[in-house]
């Protein structure tokens, strides 16, 4: 049985990746990007353990997708889980959902001294967005938040957005997770969160 730690997932989200996606917020990173916009995921022993197949069932009530993001935390260290949970979501979905992952780490880096482990889960996606979240490079583009960071379309798959990769980001989508607290998923503005925690606070919502 393998697992993979958690932070969270969304069933329904269109803020991170073409069309509507699955996403899977992985749990533990090492990287310390001064503003990271989740300091909540870097925790190796926070989240939760799933079983990779009761983490894919869990998809199977959103049949619309087009695809599934992997976000954190870091998705590489987890790269042997994370192309296990790939497998399972091709059988289960006709071999037809895309794959997209960020990735603290710089592509070249990978495709030099990657471990198999990253090499081979970097060969199942379709769409890979390197490098660390630099606060100083802050910028509101697809996808993404900061202007160092790089979209590498790996398959044909999506080729045709190339050129839109400079528009603005698609915004934040919020949805209530099943304890009823508030998630959001999106490039958020700075200081985002710290704002919204405060009012929604105020307000006496739970926000994560
Ligand atoms: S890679 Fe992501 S989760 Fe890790 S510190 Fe940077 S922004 Fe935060």
Same mark, same amino acid.
């Given at each position: 049985m393998t697992t993979i730690r958690l932070a969270r997932?969304?069933?329904?989200?269109s803020t991170l990746g073409p069309g509507v996606r699955g996403v899977v917020w992985v749990q533990g990173c090492s990287q310390r990007c001064p503003g990271c916009t989740s300091p909540e995921m870097r925790d190796y022993n926070g989240g939760i353990e799933m079983d990779v197949k009761e983490l894919a069932e869990? &998809? @199977?009530a959103s049949s619309d997708l087009e695809g599934f993001t992997f976000s954190g935390g870091e998705p590489m260290d987890q790269a042997?889980?994370?192309t296990e949970l790939i497998e399972e979501l091709r059988r289960r979905r006709n071999n037809d959902p895309s794959f997209m992952s960020y990735t603290g780490y710089v592509f070249e880096e990978l495709q030099k001294n990657g471990l198999q482990s990253h090499q081979k889960f970097v060969s199942n996606i379709d769409i890979l967005i390197d490098g660390p979240f630099i606060e100083s490079q802050y910028a509101? %583009? %697809?996808w993404r938040g900061s202007a160092n960071q790089r979209v590498y &379309? %790996?398959? +044909?798959?999506?080729k045709t957005w190339e050129s839109r990769i400079n528009e603005p980001g698609q915004g934040l989508?919020?949805?209530? @997770?099943e304890? @009823?607290?508030i998630q959001w998923a999106g490039i +958020? +503005?700075?200081n985002f969160k710290e704002n919204f925690q405060k009012l929604m606070e105020q307000q006496g919502v739970n926000v994560e």
């Open positions: 997932y969304s069933l329904h989200c869990k &998809f @199977d042997e889980a994370l509101n %583009l %697809l &379309f %790996l398959t +044909p798959r999506y989508e919020f949805e209530f @997770d304890n @009823d607290v +958020p +503005p700075l």
